[in-house]
């Protein structure tokens, strides 16, 4: 019966220690050109736990990602949620980034330039003219 019971612990043990790929969806909602807080984002993680108002910060050292938070009694600010593990923390944070980088690269292909801005002519003007 020893054996059993042994086997069933590790069984258990070995389930809880194994770590499956964590699918990481990340939509960027606002980007800010100016100030501290460039922009927010919301985080799907395995389509199955969702975390909003996640902030992508940026620093003296760069951007870095910020989780949900709240201002206790001390003044001190606590993640309201967290990664718990160095790697996924890792993982996370490169997506949140690399989402925010592709959604300012469709913001910057998107802007007008100046060229376009100043220009008059008619082959570049997709509107109805009228005479």
Do not use: W
Request: aromatic share 6%; proline share 5%; hydrophobic share 35%.
């Amino acid at each position: 019966m020893k054996k059993n019971e042994n086997a069933q612990a590790a069984g258990k043990e070995n389930t809880a220690t194994q770590t499956l790929p964590m699918k990481v969806d990340v939509k960027i909602g606002s980007i800010r050109p100016t100030g501290s807080i460039r922009a927010t984002a919301s985080v799907n993680l395995n389509d199955c736990f969702a975390i909003r108002n996640v902030k992508i910060i940026d620093s003296s050292k760069g951007l870095f990602v910020a989780m949900p938070s709240y201002k206790a009694g001390n003044g001190e600010y606590k993640d309201i949620c967290f990664p718990v593990t160095a790697a996924f923390r890792q993982q996370l944070n490169n997506a949140v980034l690399n989402a925010f980088h592709q959604a300012l690269n469709i913001n910057q292909s998107q802007a007008p330039t100046q060229d376009d801005l100043l220009s008059d002519s008619p082959e570049q003007t997709n509107g109805i003219q009228m005479g």
